[in-house]
């Protein structure tokens, strides 16, 4: 059986870990009120919150200043994680959002339902578990682009 060593980005920036789980989990929340309602607004807002993280200013993100105040409010213990992996899986997370809203939009009421589980899964596995599956996409897209260069 080949075994096969994650590869995460990469950068000299640190987050706060127990305010990224925070931020998951409020993300978690949205979907499950878009399953429920079909309201297309929860994912609207849950992908615009992402966009902001992974592509303007982790700053202006309304769950960030959420998170920072439950972390307060809690005395979480504070632990330091590489912010580059996260943004890429915050990206990825914009993507879902993205094929979500399509997939509402057109009418494809399964498949949005599905898109949003997905979304749904990741999101509660970096939440709850802190296990973030942005490594495994990345590793995967790393590999297959090194594989087809290598032939």
């Not at 769950?63 to 943004?87: G, Y």
């Not at 509660?124 to 490594?135: E, M, P, T």
């Amino acid at each position: 059986m080949k075994t096969i060593n994650l590869i995460c980005p990469v950068s000299d920036k640190k987050a706060n870990a127990a305010e990224l789980r925070i931020m998951a989990f409020l993300t978690s929340l949205l979907i499950i009120a878009y399953l429920i309602t079909y309201n297309p607004v929860f994912i609207l807002l849950a992908g615009s919150d992402l966009f902001i993280r992974s592509i303007m200013k982790p700053e202006y993100s309304p769950f960030k200043c959420m998170a920072s105040k439950i972390f307060n409010l809690f005395n979480f213990k504070k632990k330091t994680t590489d912010l580059a992996p996260k943004i890429f899986a915050a990206r990825c997370g914009v993507f879902i959002s993205i094929l979500t809203l399509v997939f509402h939009f057109l009418g494809f009421t399964i498949t949005s339902y599905t898109a949003a589980a997905i979304f749904l899964s990741l999101s509660l596995l970096n939440s709850l578990f802190g296990i973030c599956v942005g490594c495994f996409i990345y590793t995967s897209l790393v590999f297959s682009f090194y594989q087809k260069r290598e032939k």
